[in-house]
Nanobody, 121 residues
Framework: QVQLVQSGGGLVQAEGSLRLSCAASGSGFSINDMAWHRQAPGKQRELVAQVRSSGTTNYADSVKGRFTISRDNAKNTVYLQMNSLKPEDTAVYYC???????????????WGQGTQVTVSS
């Protein structure tokens, strides 16, 4: 049983900052990669940022230099620090965790509930 609970998000003006967090709860699992995706109305969900268990990160070109993904393994939490926000960043943001369930040794993807980020001009 893995559950991801997101917090943060809201309304912010352009050039403002926002910090999202996503905490995994439960037991009997080990988290590998964690990521943030977003989906704007009428558009496909896209990868925003990813952090692997090794610490390696990658970002969508549209957010490079502005967003930072980080994780606290002791808390099973991933963060997304968003700076210099633009109206085009407006979307529902979802966290994703790839977790191995000990009992089966299989990896599954778990999604957070999503949180709205709205950037006004």
């Amino acid at each position: 049983q893995v559950q991801l609970v997101q917090s943060g998000g809201g309304l912010v003006q352009a050039e403002g900052s926002l910090r999202l967090s996503c905490a995994a709860s439960g037991s009997g699992f080990s988290i590998n990669d964690m990521a943030w995706h977003r989906q704007a109305p009428g558009k496909q969900r896209e990868l925003v940022a990813q952090v692997r268990s090794s610490g390696t990160t990658n970002y969508a070109d549209s957010v490079k230099g502005r967003f930072t993904i980080s994780r606290d393994n002791a808390k099973n939490t991933v963060y997304l620090q968003m700076n210099s926000l633009k109206p085009e960043d407006t979307a529902v943001y979802y966290c994703l965790a790839n977790a191995v369930i000990y009992s089966s040794g299989r990896q599954f993807q778990y999604w957070g509930q999503g949180t709205q980020v709205t950037v006004s001009s």
